[in-house]
Nanobody, 117 residues
Framework: VQLVESGGGVVQSGGSLRLSCAAS????????MRWFRQTSGKERELVAT??????????NYADSVKGRFTISRDNAKNTVYLQMNSLKPEDTAVYYC?????????WGQGTQVTVSS
């Protein structure tokens, strides 16, 4: 199983980034996919969720990112995305892709997002 994030970087406040997470080794369309983020000394925070199967258009967001971030998935490409707009310095973190597949919980290695003021 692999989850490989990409798309992180440095952006100015108010800017946008799109994160991607390419998955392999499991049936992607059957997995709920999530994005978390973590800053030094803090617990990992759930940012966004997109469900699987018949609920695959259903999404949830943390209050702190509602209206600014959009999670989506392309089951044909086994990829989940996180479009981040109107970025703020407090969005600075390492962003992790997570897959919930049956009883399994898989993680990517993380990608750094830095928002400068």
């Amino acid at each position: 199983v692999q989850l490989v994030e990409s798309g992180g970087g440095v952006v100015q406040s108010g800017g946008s980034l799109r994160l991607s997470c390419a998955a392999s080794g499991f049936t992607f369309s059957s997995a709920a996919m999530r994005w978390f983020r973590q800053t030094s000394g803090k617990e990992r925070e759930l940012v966004a969720t997109i469900f699987s199967g018949n609920l695959s258009r259903r999404t949830n967001y943390a209050d702190s990112v509602k209206g600014r971030f959009t999670i989506s998935r392309d089951n044909a490409k086994n990829t989940v995305y996180l479009q981040m707009n109107s970025l703020k310095p407090e969005d600075t973190a390492v962003y992790y892709c997570n897959a919930v597949y049956g009883f399994h919980n898989y993680w990517g290695q993380g990608t750094q997002v830095t928002v400068s003021s």
